[in-house]
């Protein structure tokens, strides 16, 4: 019964960072009289489509890291939907807004799973992860849902580097890893948050482990959601493969 209720949460974990929301949120009002074809689209002089960005526009959502907002989601006063709040917040205001209701979200996952185990929460408090930072500085890094650019470094969610001072771990910080410099479409964004959230300082804290070797996994397994990247990916832009 213990094992199914962790599954359960997970899930519903999980499906907070899978789910793209396809409903009316998602849709920008334009004015009715545009002179806009149905797809858009407006006819210029040359004879050329083109796209007609007159009218207003409502900020909608960003797709900065898909799910944050959702998975860390938070009972805010005044605000129906955190998501939707977010969603309309410039980037400058969103850490001061939302950190600290990120933060205890966060810090109330391990307090569930640590209940669940039958184990203290305070001996399953969230742990500095693979980068080096404290609950505090991540969702500070976070809740500010514009991806960033370093112009000197390769692009990447996350590139663990090599195993620079040969301690045998390769996932632990050794000053040759690029993190949250942007995405490629072959970055495994779901696993490096899962990683990020709950892998603690090595990577894999909660990742199944059956701690009395009696066949039967002790801990949950929260740093994959065991989906990995099968689509072939296109070396040109949009790079895009061909669809499964």
């Not at 689209?41 to 083109?50: I, L, N, P, R, T």
């Not at 909660?206 to 989906?227: E, Y």
């Not at 689509?231 to 832009?237: C, L």
Request: charged share 25%; with cysteine.
């Amino acid at each position: 019964m213990k094992t199914q209720l962790i599954k359960i949460f997970f899930a519903s974990f999980l499906m907070g960072l899978l789910t793209v929301s396809c409903n009316n949120d998602d849709d920008v009002m334009l004015p009715d009289d545009m002179g806009m074809e149905d797809d858009g689209m407006m006819m210029e002089d040359d004879g050329m489509m083109g796209v007609d960005f007159s009218g207003t526009f409502a900020q909608v959502d960003y797709m900065g890291r898909p799910g944050i907002n959702t998975t860390l989601s938070f009972d805010m006063e005044g605000q129906p939907s955190v998501k939707d709040a977010h969603n309309v917040t410039i980037p400058s205001e969103m850490v001061a807004t939302f950190q600290p209701g990120f933060q205890a979200r966060l810090e109330q996952y391990h307090d569930v799973y640590a209940l669940k185990l039958g184990l203290d929460p305070m001996a399953v408090d969230y742990e500095n992860n693979i980068l080096g930072l404290t609950a505090e500085q991540l969702t500070t890094v976070l809740a500010a849902d514009a991806l960033d650019v370093a112009p000197d470094l390769p692009t990447t969610y996350f590139n663990p580097g090599t195993d620079f001072d040969n301690d045998g771990i390769i996932l632990v910080p050794d000053g040759d890893e690029v993190a949250l410099t942007g995405r490629t479409p072959s970055d495994d964004i779901i696993d490096v948050s899962l990683i990020l959230f709950f892998g603690g300082a090595q990577g894999d804290r909660f990742s199944g482990q059956d701690l009395d070797d009696d066949g039967t996994a002790d801990l949950p397994r929260l740093t994959s959601d065991g989906v990995g990247l099968t689509a072939d990916i296109s070396t040109d832009f949009p790079y895009l493969g061909d669809p499964e």
